[in-house]
């Protein structure tokens, strides 16, 4: 498993960071300051800490309390934060960016904005199937020969309350994942874990804006996420 690509540990959740203006296009500078930025963290460090860009923690480690939810963490990735945190991947896969592959990600990334949603299967890996075919038969969600069968199929669009307009997105899945879970009774369980990403075109919309994001997990149960993006390079 890529513990890169399931966030919801101690360690790369850090947060730590300066507070700069969101650039929704990154120029020639910001495009290396970013490419060096993630190739430094991972050679000094060897872990990808968030700082600003991380919103939320709801869950420590592995362990689960009474009132853990199925989200563990939310964070938000800026074109200067994606390109970051793909320079600092790269770096760890032996390959570090060059200027070329920076400077063509960088464009792919202009006036976007994803939102990463880090979660946990409610249930045991063992239950998941059952609970996946409930749902199927309901017509909750579709058979796919992408990735097994979980609860991060039942993951619907998302919206964003930007600058007095309200964009949409569906949902881009990296999962599931298996880890063994501490539950509250002490005991150990495993269960499925997955990154829930919601990308958002910006375009026109204020670098100054506070947005809102609303969403829900696999369960129903709402949640509503405020960031500023003018704290946000």
Do not use: C
């Amino acid at each position: 498993m890529n513990r890169l690509n399931a966030l919801v540990l101690t360690g790369l959740l850090a947060a730590t960071g300066t507070v700069l203006a969101l650039a929704p296009a990154l120029n020639a500078q910001q495009v290396a300051q970013a490419t060096k930025a993630g190739d430094t963290m991972f050679h000094q460090e060897g872990a990808y800490r968030w700082g600003n860009y991380l919103l939320k923690t709801y869950t420590e480690d592995v362990k689960l309390s009474d009132t853990s939810p199925e989200v563990d963490g939310i964070a938000i990735g800026t074109p200067y934060e994606r390109l970051r945190y793909e320079s600092f991947l790269a770096s760890f896969q032996d390959a570090a960016l060059t200027t070329p592959q920076a400077t063509t990600l960088a464009s792919s990334l202009k006036n976007k904005v994803t939102f990463l949603i880090y979660t946990h299967s409610p249930r045991g890996v063992d239950d998941e199937e059952e609970q996946w075919q409930q749902a199927y038969t309901q017509g909750k969600v579709k058979t796919s020969e992408e990735r097994a069968h979980s609860y991060l199929d039942t993951y619907k669009a998302a919206t964003l309350t930007a600058g007095g307009r309200t964009l949409s997105a569906t949902p881009q899945l990296d999962g599931p994942y298996t880890d063994q879970f501490t539950l509250p009774t002490g005991g150990a369980q495993f269960r499925y874990l997955g990154v829930v990403r919601y990308t958002f075109d910006v375009s026109g919309v204020s670098p100054n804006s506070k947005v809102t994001l609303n969403f829900k997990d696999s369960l129903g149960k709402g949640y509503s996420q405020t960031a500023n993006l003018s704290q946000l390079q």
